[in-house]
């Protein structure tokens, strides 16, 4: 099993950027992204069910970013618009997640990417 994160980069405030991860191996229900800023812990950021129906996002990016996956390519996709500063961080690909206590944690998880943006 292994999860392909890409599309990471550098970017001004207020421009976009699309990632992409590639999930191999098996399929897999929630699936989405977290992200760890410097000196931060690593927060949820956007999950999507396998019928994409359910969506699901914090609230500092919700109305900014939108998840989207292709069953028949096992690919996720996080489109993230309106990028801030604040948004700079690695940001992990991640499959099975689980929400429970208020928190969401996941069983599989890609590496990561990077994403900078500059004020």
């Known amino acids: 099993v292994q999860l392909q994160a890409s599309g990471g980069g550098l970017v001004p405030a207020g421009g976009s950027l699309r990632l992409s991860c590639a999930a191999s191996g098996r399929t897999f229900g929630l699936m989405g992204w977290f992200r760890q800023g410097p000196g931060k812990e690593r927060e949820f950021v956007a999950a999507?069910?396998?019928?994409?129906?359910?969506?699901y996002f914090s609230d500092s990016v919700k109305g900014r970013f939108t998840i989207s996956r292709d069953n028949a390519k096992n690919t996720v996709i996080l489109q993230m618009n309106d990028l801030k500063p604040a948004d700079t961080a690695v940001y992990y690909c991640a499959a099975e997640l689980v929400r429970g206590g208020g928190s969401w944690k996941a069983n599989f998880w890609g590496q990561g990417t990077l994403v900078t943006v500059s004020s």
């Open positions: 999507i069910g396998w019928s994409a129906g359910r969506t």
